[in-house]
């Protein structure tokens, strides 16, 4: 792969991860309620949910999503149910920022499928990969090192940006750990999960 077509792909992908999501609504809400290490796991699972998308896309699987609306709809609405799920959690949990009751109550299997889930869930992930790896293809050079330098750019990407994501949002726990603060914090990520709930229920291919 050539260097810029590279350079190319990578900005593209820092800009994916970037925007605001389930991902990053889930790396901020850990961050702040369970701090940076323990919120490291959930970015374990992340990647291991987006590894199960490249792999798809990979094998060509993805185009099943991509071309067929049934096999779409039934990813999305799973992937609908479960954020208003958590976003229904988020809403009734009162539990204090970094509280020995909070920590030992965190379940680190919970936390890692959690990630998985989300990420597995969101049919848009598929989607976005098969119209974009394509345009990063060089048909002249193998099909098979392009697609594992595509996809550990890829992971890296976004592991990074969900660590900055937890990292500042672990920082601002300590300011925000009053008992009115954690309700209404809690209310705006359980909200937010809910709102990225219904943008999935909204969107079509």
Known sequence: MHWDMW????????????????????????????????????????QLGLCFHLLLVSCGLGTLVF????????????????LLWLGWCKWHDSRSFHSQDTLY???????????????????????????????????????????????????FIDASVMVMYVALAAQCAPWLNSGKQVTRLNRLFGTLFVGCGILLALSSQ
């Open 67 to 82: 071309d067929y609306p049934t096999v779409f709809s039934l990813v999305k609405w799973l992937g609908v149910g479960y």
């Open 7 to 46: 350079f190319g792909y990578v900005v593209t992908a820092l800009l994916f991860s970037l925007s605001p999501g389930s991902g990053a609504v889930n790396s901020i809400s850990n961050g702040i309620q369970y701090g940076f290490r323990l919120s490291l796991l959930s970015i374990f699972g992340l």
């Open 105 to 155: 109550s965190a379940n680190k299997y919970r936390l890692f499928f959690q990630g998985i889930m989300v990420n597995v869930t969101n049919p848009k992930t598929i989607v976005f990969l098969v119209a974009l790896f394509p345009q990063f293809l060089d048909p002249t050079i193998s099909y098979t090192e392009q697609l594992i330098v595509l996809s550990a750019t890829t992971l």
